[in-house]
């Protein structure tokens, strides 16, 4: 019989008397594809944490090839074969692939001095030509584009002889042919025995790829089931410990609201091309299109964090100029970008400093002292609000969930008091219970007459959640649906008519 490639058994982990991980248990076979699932929070980022030796362990047992193995080190990982491909990679610009492949453990010539540029390049192109891939090893990874990048985090992991490679979200930011092609070098390393931990909330994905799950939940493992002969349905209730509310869908009738926001002959360069759109009080509309389409570019030039070549923005009814996002702001203007970790919070703070963010000046007793007191008593109305997670808001934001994660960039936005307001693919790398619980927020801000755009690149999302759909393509608006009318069909033609075939 087979024995496992790895086996974790009654493994614990605490972080300042929090314990993220409660005798969880793992196994990953010879040439097996392991879906690893659970909410965000539940264990599985620091389970694999403590296998890619990233963290200690605080007690249980780790086993590699059957014999006990201490991770004491991501070097020590890579040592007994484990590479881990994060879903923030983790490469440098201005090298090329191969020199970030082989970072640290260049071939040099005979004197140990030179580096050896040929040897280096040939190495990285067998790794690239083992895995069928057309990818020049001298190209700087700055010019490639994510699904490059993330091939070259792939060869990188293999180039330390990896038989068990951790990939976590690998397809959060790649489009349906990116996606199968990764899929076909996944395939092409499950038939070489190499054992592949696959972290994702993509239901549809591991129906694709996976041989087995194992759902975990509050840092335990809950079950590990075969994929083929289990049902989402099983596999969510799993996750969440709870069936999931339904959330039925309700479209206001806002055609006699004030619209808020009027957009005309909006331009930048390619990007945007003669959009123009209106947007009414208590309205979620819908941005749907490919990636590249521009929709994000949209809300940027909105928001002033790009500046636009042509056109007209008017809010309530007041036509105005916005150069920056603090004038965006000062308008009532929210944006909520799709990398939150970047754009939207400060990561290394904690909680109540995170949400008071873009409101500080007004916690400033006479412009010049912070008061405390008021600061830390609104974050907890916050917190409390929309039910974030976390042991107290003086907690540091990295340390919590994604969903926790945006419900305090959510947050930052309402405690502003932004009544137009722009999420950049809201439920992006969340959980399906975090992304009810999005959902639910969304549809109550709206009922509130919060006037609010969602930028996604799920169409179920888009349909859940929109009163109404505008689609893109190749910088044009190229159609606008009811939701009596939007459907996913409808969605996907309107999002690959090229502009030049529009009719008037």
């Not at 927020?441 to 009922?447: H, T, V, Y």
């Amino acid at each position: 019989m087979t024995s496992p490639l790895i086996s974790i058994s009654n493994l614990s982990k605490a972080f300042a008397g929090v314990r993220a991980l409660d005798k969880a248990r793992f196994e990953l076979m010879p040439g097996e594809v392991h879906a690893l699932m659970g909410e965000n929070g539940a264990g599985k980022s620091t389970l694999m944490k403590v296998l890619s030796g990233i963290y200690p362990r605080d007690d249980g047992e780790v086993l590699v090839s059957g014999q006990p193995a201490d991770i004491g080190s991501p070097r020590a990982a890579q040592a007994l074969g484990i590479g881990i491909v994060h879903q923030e990679l983790n490469l440098m610009n201005h090298l090329s692939a191969a020199q970030n492949i082989f970072i640290g453990r260049e071939p040099r010539h005979r004197l140990g001095l030179v580096l050896d540029e040929h040897a280096l390049n040939a190495q990285a192109r067998a790794i690239f030509e083992r895995l069928n891939l057309q990818l020049d090893p001298r190209t700087l990874v700055g010019e490639l584009t994510v699904a490059k990048q993330q091939m070259v985090e792939i060869a990188k992991a293999l180039s330390f002889q990896s038989r068990v490679l951790i990939m976590d979200e690998p397809t959060a930011a790649l489009n349906n042919e990116e996606v199968a092609d990764l899929f076909r070098i996944i395939r092409q390393l499950r038939a070489e025995g190499v054992g592949i931990v696959y972290i994702s909330h993509k239901m549809d994905e591991l129906q694709q790829i996976a041989d087995r799950v194992t759902v975990m939940r509050d840092g335990q493992t809950i079950a590990t089931v075969p994929m083929a002969s289990t049902s989402v349905d099983s596999i969510i209730g799993m996750m969440v410990g709870r069936q999931l509310e339904a959330l039925e869908k309700h479209v206001p009738d806002t055609t006699g609201n004030e619209v808020v926001l009027q957009v005309r002959g909006l331009c930048r360069k390619a990007a945007i091309v003669d959009v123009g759109f209106e947007l009414r009080r208590g309205e979620i509309l819908g941005f749907a299109g490919l990636m590249g389409a521009g929709r994000t570019e949209v809300a940027r030039a909105i928001f002033g964090a790009d500046p636009i070549d042509a056109g007209e923005i008017h809010v309530r009814g007041q036509r105005v100029t916005i150069r920056s996002p603090q004038q965006a702001v000062a308008l009532g203007i929210g944006y909520l970008s799709e990398d939150r970790k970047h754009f939207g919070l400060a990561t290394g703070l904690d909680v109540e400093t995170n949400i008071a963010l873009s409101s500080m000046r007004s916690f400033a007793r006479g412009g010049i002292v912070l008061d405390q007191a008021a600061l830390r008593s609104t974050a907890q109305a916050y917190v409390r609000q929309l039910g974030i997670k976390t042991p107290s808001v003086q907690q540091q934001v990295r340390l919590l969930s994604g969903g926790n994660q945006q419900k305090i960039v959510i947050a930052k936005w309402l405690l502003r008091d932004c009544d137009i307001l722009f999420f950049d693919e809201p439920t992006r790398g969340i959980d399906v219970g975090a992304k009810a619980e999005i959902y639910k927020l969304l549809n109550a801000l709206a009922e509130q007459g919060k006037a609010i755009v969602v930028i996604s690149s799920e169409l179920p999302e888009v349909l859940r959640l929109s009163h109404r759909v505008l689609v893109m393509c190749e910088g044009c608006i190229t159609g606008e649906l009811s939701a009596a009318d939007a459907t996913q069909e409808r969605i996907m033609e309107l999002a690959t008519r090229r502009p030049t075939t529009l009719t008037n």
